[in-house]
């Protein structure tokens, strides 16, 4: 039985479909859906975990003011020093490069200015990504995602009216995102798939470095506090 993705109507793959998770993604528009939605007359869903997945990573914890899901500082992997690394090099041939460029001329020296701004979102998004932790803390009309980091650190809260979906959306593009561990043994596609807050203002991304088990467990959660929190409203 081919089945279709209700958002965009094209036919999800059978490997996107996970029969012990209840999900289906489809690989045109990345939407996540339960699988026993997409069955005619299949059984009824499997409720979501109340708590993350064991070995996840994540922290959940009950509070006066909602619930909290943090993901701790990832700890530094091999494509995190070797990005560090590379950006110390960089940083350190520029230096090289405009002392003997300003020793002929200081105008000429100017055109380094370009490489020591390269070079210094490589090295600052390195230590973003070894000093970074997130938190969702879901309250009864909103979701609010904090990132902790040592540079730009960034909170943003959504009311749940302006909320279209919670899904796994493709990652933007951002040439100073530093590569995970996750991004190279939990997806495997071309385009890498993370937790996303779609709204009509743009998409917020959270929970980047999860493992996949940890994600969509995060998605189907927030979705599910999602629709009750609008039923109530």
């Keep these: 039985m081919e089945l279709a993705c209700p958002s965009c109507g094209q036919r999800i793959d059978p490997q996107n479909i996970n ?3 209840d999900l289906a993604q489809c690989g045109n528009c990345g939407a996540l859906h339960r699988l026993s939605d997409l069955v005619p007359g299949g059984p009824a869903a499997a409720p979501v975990r109340s708590e993350p997945p064991p070995g996840s990573g994540l922290e959940m914890s009950r509070e006066l003011d909602g619930v909290r899901i943090h993901l701790p500082r990832q ?3 091999c494509g995190t020093f070797f990005f ?13 490069w405009t002392y003997f460029a300003a020793q002929g001329s200081s105008f000429f020296a100017l ?7 390269v070079g210094g979102g490589m090295l600052f998004a390195a230590i973003n990504s070894l000093t970074e932790s997130q938190t969702v803390t879901v309250s009864r009309h909103a979701l609010v995602v904090e990132k902790k980091r040592l540079f ?17 959306e493709g990652a933007r593009s951002n040439s100073f995102r530093v590569p ?17 807050i779609i709204s009509g203002t743009g998409n917020i991304y959270f929970f980047e470095a999860a493992d996949t088990a940890a994600q969509e467990w995060a998605v189907r959660y927030l979705a599910t506090r999602l629709t009750e929190g609008t039923t109530r409203g």
């Design 111 to 117: 055109f380094s200015v370009p490489f020591w701004l």
């Design 152 to 168: 730009f650190s960034k909170r943003k809260e959504l009311d749940f009216r302006n909320i279209e979906a919670i899904r796994l």
């Design 75 to 77: 700890k530094a992997g």
């Design 84 to 96: 560090a690394g590379f950006s110390l090099f960089w940083l350190s041939f520029v230096a090289v």
């Design 19 to 21: 029969v012990t998770t």
């Design 180 to 196: 995970t561990k996750g991004s190279f043994t939990s997806r495997a596609a071309t385009s890498l798939l993370v937790p996303a």
